[in-house]
Antibody, heavy 121, light 107 residues
């Protein structure tokens, strides 16, 4: 079955960098666009980034644009989120998410377990 | 950006009762709306997509309705495992946005 395993979170100082990974299995990774979603402690869900199935298109929320980069390696079935210039507001659980399918944005029918990023001095 | 407003913020009900959750969009999203359930310490779970279609494995007591700007998630008869936080999400426009959530708690 579909499995998404998030990793790479940790404690980082303001201004620091981190790279999150999401290892995918149980589906043809190279045919799905993929997403990152985050959730600050005690808060709601926030979409962060999207990458097309082949990496040709990316979209970002305004809150991370210019600081975060989403990428993927279809040979390794792995999604990444490169995070630079981290701020306290970036403290959150980060989830990778797989859509139901299709070219248009589709709801997320599978989620990773999340990886926690804490930005603190 | 499409703003999604969920109401009420908290809903207190008893098992067996009917729950009605609302999601209102700041502009039309057609039927491009989904509902998720999230329990403490867990990732969200997709319940409803395209406003009214149940996702795989979702019990029939969950139903969604609406189009345009006004949407409803209904749980016909609450089971103990249904008490959780529920989020709506629009997929009509970038950036994709979520509502602020409704906390469905046991009365």
């Amino acid at each position: 079955q579909v499995q998404l395993v998030d990793s790479g979170g940790g404690v980082v100082q303001p201004g620091g960098s981190l790279r999150l990974s999401c290892a995918a299995s149980g589906f043809i990774f190279s045919t799905f666009g993929m997403y990152w979603v985050r959730q600050a402690p005690g808060k709601g869900l926030e979409w962060v980034a999207y990458i097309a199935y082949d990496g040709s298109r990316t979209f970002y929320s305004d809150s991370v644009k210019g600081r975060f980069t989403i990428s993927r390696d279809n040979t390794k079935n792995t999604l990444y989120l490169h995070m630079n210039g981290l701020k306290g507001d970036d403290t959150a659980m980060y989830y990778c998410a797989k859509p139901r399918g299709g070219m248009a944005p589709q709801p997320f029918d599978n989620w990773g377990q999340g990886t926690l990023v804490s930005v603190s001095s | 950006e499409v703003l999604l407003t969920q109401s009420p913020a908290t809903l207190s009900l008893s098992p067996g009762e009917r729950a009605t959750l609302s999601c209102r969009a700041s502009q039309s999203v057609s039927s491009n709306l989904a509902w998720y359930q999230q329990k403490p310490g867990q990732a969200p779970r997709l319940l409803i997509y395209d406003a009214s279609n149940r996702a795989v494995g979702i019990p029939a007591r969950f139903s969604g309705s609406g189009s345009g700007t006004d949407f409803t998630l209904t749980v016909s008869s609450l089971e103990p495992e249904d008490f959780a936080v529920y989020y709506c999400q629009q997929l009509s426009n970038w950036p994709l946005t979520f509502g602020g959530g409704t906390n469905l708690e046991i009365k």
